[in-house]
């Protein structure tokens, strides 16, 4: 069992900054893959970024490339999304979630966290 806690959400305006952090504990082994997605009011769960265990493969959704970044620190069984140039519709409730693998689904992932809102203003 994996259990994974999000922190880091917040209100900000537009064209500001969060950082997201995902800390993991239980059988870590079994977090080979991680990632983040996002659900906001009325909408489906998407997918943000995932990253494999050694932080060597990533992979963005398109609506996010070149503002998001992936990342993990496994010394401390922690994942990290740096969010720079936040709109508005990045407004969602973001979950951490682990899994065997690199997926942009999240059917794939087996653990995920409580949330944590991101609020972005105009």
């Known amino acids: 069992q994996v259990q994974l806690v999000e922190s880091g959400g917040g209100l900000v305006q537009a064209g500001g900054s969060l950082r997201l952090s995902c800390a993991a504990s239980?059988?870590?082994?079994?977090?080979?893959?991680m990632g983040w997605f996002r659900q906001a009011p009325g909408k489906e769960r998407e997918f943000v970024a995932t990253i494999n265990w050694s932080g060597s493969n990533t992979y963005y959704a398109d609506s996010v490339k070149g503002r998001f970044t992936i990342s993990r620190d496994n010394a401390k069984n922690t994942m990290f999304l740096q969010m720079n140039s936040l709109k508005p519709e990045d407004t969602a409730v973001y979950y951490c979630a682990a899994g065997p693998r690199l997926a942009g689904n999240p059917n794939d992932y087996a653990y995920w966290g409580q949330g944590t809102q991101v609020t972005v203003s105009s």
């Open positions: 239980g059988r870590t082994f079994s977090s080979r893959a």
